[in-house]
């Protein structure tokens, strides 16, 4: 039974919370043209949290458990291609969607029922079935994320359970024995190859991988100006000012170049896997950019350059792979020099807003990497022989530029 005191303080909890919601609300509704991202979001998150102080274990678990199964319906319509061949107007008859699909009726039927409670379909009076906004959306980008999601986390993490009866209670530390490649029956494989083996399912991931990264800035949240101001860049002409590790196409340094006029192509250096570079240069991308073919893990081969770059890399990799990329780095690097690792700084309480940091840490552990506390990178750094000298976030949210030089 609920004691008077705590019932007393989730009343004021949700009155509160209540205020708040009624606040973004108003916000919504009075916003020019399309309302904020953030608005909508604080909407969502102030409701969720009043649902969560109201609702008691059992119904907890039922929520949970009934995601769980919307989840596994919407998959299954995902491959039988409902979505796809619902009318973009109109309704259609449980026995057309069968007949378009090659699905069974009565299979259709049922796997309708827990999406329509949850909006993604509308049933009308007849017992078609139409097309709702959320129905869009899964016809997208939102779709794309949640196939990977459900094909190469839940999949996999649903037996994460058994990985650690089978490799001991610890966080994963080796990409070759991940959750993802124990699941598959795949241990001294990478994880990338072993998503690679099915081509709609990498492209799913590299969609959503795509999603992620557009989230993240690329210039605001750290000067790349003051790179120059500090450094010594007059009295070596040659001296290489920008080195993207792992830079894939080299959106950054396009981005740099774009924003910053001071840095000059012929003196930016764009590094990745051969196939990657190979493509940037049949395709003519980047002229007077120096397109080096590198695998990180070896020794780096630009010596002395004012800034070493990572973006959305650190996060792939085990605190020792980590520790040997950084003193691959540091083992080139002149006394002002600088590293810049652009990642995820996971708050040490993640709510609200910075959910998503935790939830990603969980995705990325799959795949045996991981998102570190601001306690992790100071540890990460100082071991590769670095010293961190500042760290920029984001006005928003968990991204941040970590710059890091020689201890």
Known sequence: MEAPRARSDIAARVQDLASQLFDAAKAYQSAPGEPDQNVRRQISITAR???SLTEDPMQDAL?????????????????IGVFE?????????PAELAYRTGAEEALLIRLMRVPVSMGVFEQTPENHYARTSKTESYLGSAGSMFETMMDNFLAIMVKFPKYLEHFGFKEPVSQTESPVCFAENALGEDPWSV?????????????????????????????????????????????????????????VIKAVLETYPEFSAPRMVLQDRPVVIQEVEELGELPGVVKMAHNFLDPQPVKGAVAYYFRRIMHDWSDADCRTILKQIAAVMAPDSKVLISETIVPEKCDGPNLMAAWMDLVIMSLGGKERTEENWYRLVQSAGLRITKICRAAIGPQAVIEAQLA
Do not use: C, W
């Open 63 to 79: 929520r949970l458990s009934s995601e769980m199964v919307l989840m596994v319906a919407l998959r299954s319509l995902m491959t």
């Open 195 to 251: 998503i690679s083996k099915d081509p709609k399912r990498i492209a799913n991931f590299n969609k959503t991988m795509q999603a992620q990264d557009s989230s993240m800035p690329m210039i605001g949240i750290y000067d790349f100006s003051n790179l120059l101001r500090n450094a010594d860049v007059s009295s070596n002409p040659d001296r290489p000012l920008f080195v993207d590790v792992g830079g894939n196409r080299g959106h």
């Open 49 to 51: 949290q009043i649902a």
């Open 85 to 93: 061949n619902m009318p973009s107007e109109g309704s259609i008859a």
